[in-house]
Antibody, heavy 114, light 110 residues
Framework: EVQLVESGEGLVQPGSSMKLSCVAS????????MNWIRQAPKKGLEWIALIYYDSSSKYYADSVKGRFTISRDNSKNTLYLEMNSLRSEDTAMYYC???????WGQGVMVTVSS | DIVLTQSPVLAVSLGQRATISCRASQSVSISSINLMHWYQQKPGQQPKLLIY???NLASGIPARFSGSGSGTDFTLTIDPVQADDIAAYYCQQSRESPPTFGGGTKLELK
């Protein structure tokens, strides 16, 4: 059974940093690209980052480019999202999602507020 | 970016057919492959894949869900609607990067 378990949830002040993790199981993690997708409270879904299976390519939404970094450690079956210069508009539930977005984690809440 | 447009709300009666539409600002099809997907999201839960590539039922999804369409116009049909289907439904395209989602359609009981 495919499982994606995010961690790193929390409340931070504007301008600060935070790192999310997503541990994968139930599939060969190193064979798949991985995504981060977020959802602001009461809002729709926004794709924010993609990393290829071998980390050879990374793509970002314009809204996070230059501030967020996606990475992975295939030896640990873990996906990461490093978030810097956080803004109030980054407040959202953050989901990791496998490959073609066929499986999603349960999500972690990131709140940016003073 | 490809913009996907969905109606915000659809009210249906239990046992009736629900038809949820998604219109893309440009074609999301390559040859005969339609790169449009549908997700269901219930309150407090993560989205779940229902339909991939416009018309393919994801694993474990009941046959009352179906998808159709090509080019720029796509439809998710639920027939018959059951109480457990009350949720938000999102379309998503993977034709171009960045992948984009529709704004979602909230299925409500009439």
């Amino acid at each position: 059974e495919v499982q994606l378990v995010e961690s790193g949830e929390g409340l931070v002040q504007p301008g600060s940093s935070m790192k999310l993790s997503c541990v994968a199981s139930g599939f060969t993690f190193s064979n798949y690209g991985m995504n981060w997708i977020r959802q602001a409270p009461k809002k729709g879904l926004e794709w924010i980052a993609l990393i290829y299976y071998d980390s050879s390519s990374k793509y970002y939404a314009d809204s996070v480019k230059g501030r967020f970094t996606i990475s992975r450690d295939n030896s640990k079956n873990t996906l990461y999202l490093e978030m810097n210069s956080l803004r109030s508009e980054d407040t959202a539930m953050y989901y990791c999602a496998k490959g073609g977005v066929d499986y999603w984690g349960q999500g972690v809440m990131v709140t940016v507020s003073s | 970016d490809i913009v996907l447009t969905q109606s915000p709300v659809l009210a249906v009666s239990l046992g009736q057919r629900a038809t949820i539409s998604c219109r893309a600002s440009q074609s999301v099809s390559i040859s005969s492959i339609n790169l449009m997907h549908w997700y269901q999201q219930k309150p407090g839960q993560q989205p779940k894949l229902l339909i991939y590539r416009a018309s393919n039922l994801a694993s474990g999804i009941p046959a009352r869900f179906s998808g159709s369409g090509s080019g720029t116009d796509f439809t998710l049909t639920i027939d018959p609607v059951q109480a457990d289907d009350i949720a938000a439904y999102y379309c998503q395209q993977s034709r171009e990067s960045p992948p984009t989602f529709g704004g979602g359609t909230k299925l409500e009981l009439k």
